[in-house]
């Protein structure tokens, strides 16, 4: 079984052919820029010429930004990172195009369900998944598949309010979680201690420094008050991190030995684990659902 696996970002394609006879590596992952800017009919060219150049396949599997409809493989909604992306059929475009089936997913979806079956999910039937950088994106999974909600937006963990009437969000609203347990929140809380610009990893390089500590602990407040809440609400055996501030290992171990100060004791059974699947994440999950389409 051949799948053309194509992860669609508002900066990368990412894309390989999987066979189901070799297996996965990340190895076999290629990318060419999004170009984004020149809208989303381009973008879905590129994707064609992508899967155009890849031979005889049997399906089409498909991370992509945006909200998706899973079951008509159509794109919701898409912030203005990809113009035009909004309503996108991206389904019936590849489908009809090369004549195979077509699975669409959401990014964090995608790599929620990687992790479910190929990475730190595992172990679990159910957990959920947080994603950090600009924003915070979240996947929850039940019985080893995604909970979509009645318009297949559940899990928009960024949003949840931990602070009433606090900061304005991306999304605006004020007080989500994203405006303070972001990756982009930590940059900001560091710019305003300390005015420097630095991104996380630099952040976390300067750690020895007492007044960055200080900010980097007050971020993990954020970020564990956020947590609680969610532990408080579907009592997981496991949460999984992404985004590449995770990486930093002081965050994963610091949280484990802290996130019981948050939560009732009869909550404490869980687990909080690092994402495993890095930048294959969402190609795995497509491929992973391209395969459970076509059995
Ligand atoms: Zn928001």
Known sequence: MKIAAIDIGGTAIKYCLYDDCLGFSGKMLKETPSNANFGAQKLMETVCEIVGQMGKIDAIAVSTAGQVDPVK??????????????????????????NVPAFVENDVNAAALGEAFYGAGKDFKDFICLTYGTGIGGAIIINRDIYYGSGFSAGEFGHIVTHAHGLLCGCGKRGCYEAYASTKALVRMTKEKINEDMDGREIFKRMSAPLIKSIVLSWLDEVMTGLASLIHIFNPPCIILGGGIMNEDFIIDYINSHIREYIIDSYANVEIRKAQNGNSAGILGAICRAKQGLI
């Open 73 to 98: 493989g159509s794109i919701i909604y898409a912030t203005q990172s990809i113009p035009g992306y909004t309503g996108m059929p991206v389904k019936e475009i590849l489908s009809n195009r090369f």
